[in-house]
């Protein structure tokens, strides 16, 4: 996979303490990917941008949501989230990312 497919896959680190708690306890890091990609392509991204080895995918479709405006009714963008399960002792320091 080159380069310029993997940052079009992987969008982004979502960053909350949801995402927080589950790095710490369980060991995945969740990730906004793009509507279009699968779950062997978010693992092959994974593990050429951070050399780690991924054990699992898991892939969550996000609906947006309705609000009102003073215009009438609104819609937020559909949003996709990654999270993805590293092999014991494996972790990912976003920090150090080239």
Known sequence: MNYERIYKVLLGPLVSEKAT??????GQYVF?????ASKPEIKRAVE?????KVE???VLNLKGK?????RGVGKRS?????????????????????
């Open 32 to 36: 906004r990917v793009a509507s279009d």
């Open 78 to 98: 559909d949003t996709r989230k990654a999270y993805v399960t590293l092999a014991a002792g494996q972790d990912i320091d976003f920090a150090d990312v080239e």
């Open 21 to 26: 708690f589950v790095a710490e306890r369980h």
């Open 48 to 52: 050429q941008l951070f050399n780690v």
């Open 56 to 58: 699992g995918v898991q």
């Open 66 to 70: 309705t609000k009102r405006t003073a």
